[in-house]
């Protein structure tokens, strides 16, 4: 007797069981249900494994995951496909019949960018007036990239001695250390 789509992927929950850490299998386990009460919604019929189509079953359910509600991040809708196509593969490899290529690298969506948020301009001269009393190598390299706009690439590629070294605090006065070239004035 064959088994049902429910039947082979709980099977398939068990088996990741022994290799996954629970809360993975768990994110498998909600993928499954899913897809799972997706198919039995929209197409009832759908009992076997070989029954699955890339169009209407696998585009509709991604469809599906587009417009959840609240929305879901592209991240979340990428770990589902992920989850699914691992799944689908698993039961490929047991010798159960599947069309190829039902998940495609071009159904994923594409990953978010996040931009650092600028600083306002009262924060950026708050910066500017905190590395100006920062006497440090570190915050010295800082005000020389922020001045000229070099990368931090080219500025760690810099000699060491082209950067003002810091000043050591002495009785009457503060003079450079040993060896150290003058203060930069930008």
Not at 74 to 89: G, K
Not at 162 to 182: I, K, N, T
Request: hydrophobic share 35%; net charge positive; glycine share 4%.
């Amino acid at each position: 007797m064959k088994r049902s789509l429910d039947e082979l992927f709980e099977a398939q929950m068990q088996i990741l069981a022994t290799t996954l850490q629970p809360g993975t299998v768990k994110q498998y386990r909600a993928c499954a249900r899913n897809f799972l009460a997706y198919l039995h919604a929209r197409f009832p019929h759908l009992q076997k494994p070989s029954q699955l189509r890339r169009d209407p079953h696998l585009l509709g359910w991604f469809r599906f995951l587009c417009q959840h509600d609240p929305p879901l991040c592209n991240l979340v809708r990428e770990e589902r496909l992920v989850q699914l196509r691992r799944l689908l593969r698993d039961l490929a490899d047991q010798g159960h019949r599947l069309q190829p290529d039902l998940i495609r690298r071009q159904d994923f969506p594409p990953r978010n960018q996040y931009l650092p948020r600028p600083l306002s301009l009262e924060e950026d001269q708050r910066l500017q007036q905190q590395l100006r009393l920062t006497d440090t190598l570190e915050a010295n390299a800082l005000r020389l990239m922020r001045a000229t706009g070099i990368r931090i690439g080219e500025c760690i590629a810099l000699p060491i001695d082209c950067l003002p070294r810091p000043r050591c605090p002495v009785a009457g006065g503060e003079r450079p250390l040993a060896g150290a070239s003058p203060k930069l004035s930008y």
